[in-house]
Every structure is written in structure tokens, then in C-alpha cells.
């Protein structure tokens, strides 16, 4: 048992159907996920670094399966301009990652929730 932890850069293009206060989308994304399954691969060793809060630390570093896999997504939601400097929007993306191990190609779904600003 462990926790999967997942990091993605991508590039990514959206397309709004209308210049209106509320509008849907679709976007598209491509680029690379760091997969670190946390599933011990070695024994630990023993290994210590300057932390600039805590000062000279001392710990275990146990070697992980990790991976960094070619990632792609597309999706669809909504855009609300709040005003003209603010938005909000929300909606539902699929990412495909391509693991080269036995795994193939994985999917999985997100929801997605966010704001930001508007630049004219």
C-alpha cells in the first residue's frame, strides 16, 4: 500500500465558442507527468543535506519506482467573466498517459475548478 504522487507540465490550448459573459470551451494539453509510485526499489542509505529552517539534518532515502511519461488530455466546461478584470470556470478533462511498461496507456478523469484575470 502506498500513495501515488504525480506531477504535470503541459502546453495548453483552449478555444472559447463565444466573445459572452458565459461561455463554454474545450481545451486540448500535451506534455510530460513524473510518476513516483513510492514502491521501494533498494534498501535505504543513510544521507544528510542543509535544510536553511531546521539547519544540518540527517535521515533514510529509500530509492522509489518512478517514472516521467508522456501525458495528454482534452476537455470541455464552462467560463464565467465575473467582470472584466475576473473569471471563474469549471469543467471535466481526460489525461492518457503513456507508460511504456506493462501498464500501457493509463486514463483517468479530472474535475477541474479555477480562477483568474482577464488582460485587454
Given at each position: 500500500?502506498?500513495?501515488?504522487?504525480?506531477?504535470?507540465?503541459?502546453?495548453?490550448?483552449?478555444y472559447h465558442f463565444f466573445r459572452k459573459a458565459l461561455t463554454p470551451y474545450v481545451?486540448?494539453?500535451?506534455?510530460?507527468?513524473y510518476l513516483d509510485t513510492n514502491v521501494p526499489t533498494g534498501p535505504s542509505t543513510p544521507v544528510c543535506w542543509w535544510d536553511p529552517w531546521w539547519g544540518?539534518?540527517?535521515?533514510?532515502?529509500?530509492?522509489t519506482l518512478n517514472d516521467?511519461?508522456?501525458s495528454y488530455e482534452?476537455?470541455?466546461g464552462v467560463r464565467l467573466d465575473v467582470n472584466d478584470q475576473f473569471f471563474m470556470r469549471g469543467?471535466?478533462?481526460?489525461?492518457w498517459l503513456d507508460v511504456d511498461?506493462?501498464?500501457?496507456?493509463v486514463d483517468q478523469g479530472l474535475w477541474r475548478f479555477g480562477f483568474g484575470?482577464?488582460?485587454q
Open positions: 500500500r502506498g500513495d501515488l504522487e504525480m506531477t504535470t507540465m503541459n502546453v495548453n490550448g483552449t481545451h486540448g494539453a500535451m506534455g510530460a507527468t544540518y539534518y540527517c535521515g533514510l532515502d529509500t530509492p516521467t511519461v508522456f482534452v476537455g470541455a469543467g471535466y478533462s481526460q489525461q511498461r506493462s501498464a500501457g496507456t484575470m482577464l488582460f
